[in-house]
């Protein structure tokens, strides 16, 4: 069975930062790529960046510049850096690791951005 473990939210004033991490642990293989996603409420899930096995990244648009993910292959770990954080960035935040043909999610970590 896959588990993801995220941590890293929390509560930041503006221009603060954070960083978010998701450890993968248990069966899994063939990781393809891991992404953070955000969830504001009363909106759809956006994604925010990825990174794939070969090390491209890609970013949303409002955060290019902004946040950097990373990741650690030996560990099976995702890194989110947050900088520069504004209020529109608050949102539950959530992992997400492509592997053995489907996706896995994690269970989501509150940001949340104080103006």
């Known amino acids: 069975q896959v588990q993801l473990v995220e941590s890293g939210g929390g509560l930041v004033q503006a221009g603060g930062s954070l960083r978010l991490s998701c450890a993968a642990s248990?069966?899994?293989?063939?990781?393809?790529?891991m992404g953070w996603y955000r969830q504001a409420p009363g909106k759809k899930r956006e994604l925010v960046a990825l990174i794939t096995s070969s090390d491209s990244t890609n970013y949303a648009d409002s955060v290019k510049g902004r946040f950097t993910i990373s990741k650690d292959n030996a560990k099976n770990t995702v890194y989110l850096q947050m900088n520069s954080l504004k209020p529109e960035d608050t949102a539950v935040y959530y992992c997400?690791?492509?592997?053995?043909?489907?996706?896995?999610w994690g269970q989501g970590t509150q940001v949340t951005v104080s103006s």
């Open positions: 997400n690791v492509m592997g053995n043909a489907r996706g896995y």
């Open positions: 248990g069966s899994i293989f063939s990781i393809i790529a």
